[in-house]
């Protein structure tokens, strides 16, 4: 898949993000990943987007402390009421230009209206 090389969340793993084994938490890319996915979804669809599945999540690389994490995402695909977001994590050595992919996912978003229930995706939305 495609991803724009613009990214829709960037941040530093921090030590509260590590497991117990002194990498990074593979939850918390999981959390970065949803914002960003959340943030586009949101943006795409105007409005309000509230996940409701996450799925096909793989974590082929490990990143370190002190590491940037640049979460990148995409629609992939629409239905009446939905969005699917695939979504990809990059981190970024701290100390130089090192880059290696740590996670990739897919994230569906429904959307909804002021009173809390789903609207159509707006016809210019495109995947």
Excluded: C
């Excluded at 996670?103 to 995947?127: I, M």
């Amino acid at each position: 898949m495609e991803f724009a090389r613009d990214p829709v969340i960037r941040v530093t793993a921090m030590p509260a993000d590590t497991n117990p084994y002194g990498g990074v938490f593979g939850g918390w890319l999981m959390s970065q990943m949803a914002l960003g996915a959340g943030s586009l979804a949101s943006r795409v669809g105007q409005g309000t987007a509230v996940v409701v599945s996450a799925t096909d999540f793989a974590f082929p690389g490990k990143m370190a402390v002190g590491d940037e994490l640049s979460v990148y995402a995409d629609v992939a695909s629409t239905g009446n009421t939905s969005l699917v977001i695939a979504v990809e994590a990059i981190a970024r050595e701290r100390n130089g230009e090192t880059t290696v992919k740590v996670a990739s996912g897919t994230f569906k978003f429904v959307l909804l209206d002021d009173q809390g229930r789903p609207r159509a995706v707006s016809a210019g939305v495109v995947a």
